[in-house]
């Protein structure tokens, strides 16, 4: 923050005191939306790293213009795949990057759904981060247990395809394998690659085999690389690999014990854990 106690200094070594133009690009992030992150390149650290160069010449890190690409878009002349220096070199799997070149995209303030004072509808893992969905939104937390932004992102807006008048998403999962990401909602469900709908989309979920009526919830159990299907006290296992649904099934869901009844959701998380 900026205040009368430092000693600022401008084009200085970092022993001349505290650098104006560092701290001001961290709260500019600030001001468009990005919070403190641990990633140990990146201008918004929690804390004071020293002075960043000369601003004539400052080029923000690759980890912060991915976060700002993720709130506002991308020109679609910027290449925002592979970190500079790495021109060949494709992440596995790949990142979610994009957002449309529009504002819209974002709540605006006054009407912010509030994360912490209902259930959500449903939430996924997806590219090792966590997203959140209610209504006709969703939040993101990273890696680092971080939101990308406080204010909740149009769901139709971030995965191209799903329809505009979407209120809502009863289960999304990233499926093995190929890490294509499918959405569900009532009778139908959508397959994505990255964040773009797949041909011939939506299709019935009697496809996997499920009900008619749709699903609660689903995850991918790390042990055995399977998608499990929740509706009210029943369950189902189905492998992707194969595309068929296993023998056996529904079961009860007291199989798992301790599981409450009528779930919102399921995920995995990156500690290898599954949260209900």
């Not at 002349?77 to 994009?98: A, F, R, Y």
């Not at 509706?231 to 023998?247: G, P």
């Not at 529904?250 to 199989?255: A, H, S, V």
Request: charged share 25%; proline share 7%; with cysteine.
């Amino acid at each position: 923050h900026f205040d009368d106690d430092e000693a600022w200094t401008f084009r200085s070594p970092d022993s001349h005191g505290m650098d104006l133009f560092a701290v001001a690009v961290h709260e500019f992030g600030h001001a468009i939306g990005l919070v403190h992150t641990s990633a140990m390149e990146s201008i918004m650290r929690p804390y004071y790293q020293g002075p960043v160069g000369d601003p004539l010449k400052y080029d923000l890190p690759y980890e912060d213009k991915v976060r700002v690409w993720q709130l506002y878009g991308v020109r679609d002349s910027v290449s925002h795949t592979n970190q500079p220096g790495n021109p060949s070199q494709t992440p596995e799997p790949p990142v979610l990057l994009d957002l449309p070149e529009n504002r819209s995209t974002l709540l605006v303030a006054q009407d912010a759904l509030d994360r912490c004072t209902s259930h959500f509808d449903a939430v996924a893992q997806i590219r090792g981060e966590a997203f959140f969905f209610k209504g006709k939104h969703f939040w993101r937390l990273t890696r680092e247990k971080h939101l990308v932004s406080l204010r909740p992102a149009q769901i139709h807006r971030f995965w191209r395809g799903l329809p505009p008048n979407l209120d809502s998403v009863d289960a999304v999962y990233e499926r093995p394998g190929d890490h294509k990401i499918v959405f569900f909602k009532g009778q139908k469900y959508w397959v994505f690659k990255d964040n773009n709908v797949e041909e011939g989309y939506p299709r019935p979920i009697s496809d996997f085999g499920l009900p008619v009526d749709g699903v609660d919830a689903a995850f991918v159990w790390l042990h055995n690389d399977k998608t499990y299907f929740f509706k009210d006290n029943n369950y189902w296992r189905y492998d992707d690999h194969f595309r068929r649904m296993d023998l056996g099934f529904p079961k009860d869901t007291m199989l798992w014990k301790g599981l409450p009844a009528q779930l919102d959701d399921t995920m995995r998380w990156s500690d290898g854990s599954s949260y209900f």
